[in-house]
């Protein structure tokens, strides 16, 4: 990214929330939303405004070759399911397709089940804890237990150990947090409020 220039964006899932009412909005306005409330930014340029309909399998259960087709990034899902990125797997996807696509002009081999096999092993264990872990977050809790979560972790982690957690499936700092974490949720119990 250029100086001076930010990429915002919003996504939805098709889990229902607990307060459903309050977050049913188009992306753009929740996208608008987060620039106001989160960036604090009165004037800004839009530059540029795209997107579609994702479609995700979970558990990465796509296809991923059919008929001298080889699919690639988001065609097998390999998009993170908590954080909603996706251009860095679509990169070590077709990195490692290339392997096979290599194999197949090289020999002729038309077998592209290693490929498959491969990614799974690859992503499929971090895969399931970030689709678990978005399915709890997205559907269980209401905004406001969001943002006590967002906040505790800008309080107790650096932006790198965020962004290795969310984006880079690393969970070490985040699990000897995690009796920090338990401990609040013990202290918010006892004034009857969830955390």
């Not at 753009?28 to 106001?36: A, G, Y």
């Not at 409330?37 to 995700?56: P, S």
């Not at 943002?147 to 957690?165: A, G, H, K, M, P």
Request: proline fraction near 1%; aromatic fraction near 14%; charged fraction near 30%.
């Amino acid at each position: 990214m250029e100086q001076n220039i930010l990429k915002v964006g919003a996504g939805k899932t098709h889990l229902k929330s607990l307060n459903q009412e309050n977050t049913d909005k188009t992306t753009k306005k929740i996208t608008e939303q987060i620039i106001k409330e989160y960036l604090k930014c009165d004037t800004y340029k839009l530059l540029d405004v795209h997107g579609g309909i994702l479609r995700y399998s979970e558990g990465l259960k796509d296809k991923f070759y059919n008929n001298k087709v080889i699919a690639v990034g988001d065609s097998v899902s390999a998009i993170n399911p908590r954080g909603g990125e996706g251009i860095r797997y679509a990169m070590q996807s077709a990195n490692l397709a290339c392997v096979y696509i290599d194999e197949y002009l090289v020999k002729g081999t038309t077998n592209f089940d290693n490929y498959r096999k491969k990614w799974r092993r690859r992503k499929l264990f971090k895969w399931r804890l970030s689709e678990v872990s978005s399915q709890r977050m997205y559907s269980k809790y209401t905004d406001i237990q969001i943002e006590n979560r967002v906040q505790f972790f800008y309080e107790n982690f650096s932006t790198d150990v965020l962004i290795d957690s969310l984006f880079n499936f690393k969970y070490n700092q985040v699990v000897l947090r995690f009796f920090q974490l338990i401990r609040l949720k013990i202290e918010f119990a006892f004034k009857k409020d969830r955390f």
